[in-house]
């Protein structure tokens, strides 16, 4: 078995912060490869659907959260209750 396959993401889904730019949108592309569904989470929502769109482009479901993680209140309620309606 080749070493890539013991590391699938089939059937998960990954939640990356700060995927509008940089290490997030690698990050998010490099999941999708490995097979899982990814939330993108970033302030920035016209740079969320060019990662959006690079996701889809894998094949896999991505899913686009304008969002600042950085507050205390988002991080405990918002974020997350989003991110739960959406995926359901």
């Known amino acids: 078995?080749?070493?890539?396959?013991?590391?699938?993401?089939?059937?998960?889904?990954?939640?990356?912060t700060g995927?509008?730019?940089?290490?997030?949108?690698?990050f998010a592309i490099a999941l999708a490869e490995a097979g899982a569904a990814v939330v993108l989470a970033a302030?920035?929502?016209?740079?969320?659907?060019?990662?959006?769109a690079a996701v889809e482009r894998?094949?896999?479901?991505?899913?686009?959260v304008r969002t600042d993680v950085s507050l205390p209140e988002v991080r405990r309620r918002r974020f997350l209750s989003d991110v739960t309606a959406s995926t359901s």
């Open 1 to 16: 078995m080749p070493i890539l396959d013991r590391f699938r993401l089939d059937g998960r889904v990954a939640i990356i």
């Open 19 to 26: 995927a509008s730019s940089g290490l997030g949108v690698a």
């Open 43 to 52: 302030r920035r929502a016209d740079r969320l659907a060019t990662t959006q």
């Open 58 to 64: 894998t094949g896999r479901r991505g899913l686009a």
